[in-house]
C-alpha cells in the first residue's frame, strides 16, 4: 500500500494550492493531512473519514482549507485557500485502515500508513 502525494509548490501570500494523496489498491476508513517544519512535531492539519464524509480543521486553517474525497484515485485532496507564510511547511497525507474514533481523528500516531510529503511554500 502506498500513499502518494502532490500538488504542493510556492506560492505568495494569499494565493491557492491544491495537494492530491492518492492511495494504491483500496480506499480507507479515514485520511489526515499533517504538516511539519524544521525543529517541530507533525501539526494535525485537516482529516476526513471516508464513509460518512465528516471533517475535521485544526483552528488554524479552519475557514481557508478543505478537505474531500477524491472516488478515483481512492484519496484525498486538500484545498487550500488565502494561504500565509505560517503555512509554508513539508505535508503529509496519512491514512487509517479504519475509521477512526472521534477523539482520535487529530492525533498522528493512529495512522498506519503515510506519503511521502510534499513541500508548500508561502512567500509575504
Known amino acids: 500500500v502506498q500513499l502518494q502525494a502532490s500538488g504542493g509548490g510556492l506560492v505568495q501570500a494569499g494565493g491557492s494550492l491544491r495537494l492530491s494523496c492518492a492511495a494504491s489498491a483500496r480506499t480507507f476508513g479515514g485520511y489526515a493531512w499533517f504538516r511539519q517544519t524544521p525543529g517541530k512535531e507533525h501539526e494535525f492539519v485537516s482529516a476526513i473519514r471516508w464513509n460518512e464524509r465528516s471533517t475535521f480543521y485544526a483552528d488554524s486553517v479552519k475557514g481557508r482549507f478543505t478537505i474531500s474525497r477524491d472516488n478515483a484515485e481512492k484519496g484525498v485532496y486538500l484545498q487550500m485557500n488565502n494561504l500565509k507564510p505560517e503555512d509554508t511547511a513539508v505535508y503529509y497525507c496519512?491514512?487509517?485502515?479504519?475509521?477512526?474514533?472521534?477523539?482520535?481523528?487529530?492525533?498522528?500516531?493512529?495512522?498506519?500508513?503515510w506519503g511521502q510529503g510534499t513541500q508548500v511554500t508561502v512567500s509575504s
Open positions: 496519512a491514512a487509517k485502515t479504519t475509521r477512526p474514533i472521534l477523539s482520535a481523528v487529530r492525533m498522528k500516531d493512529v495512522y498506519d500508513y
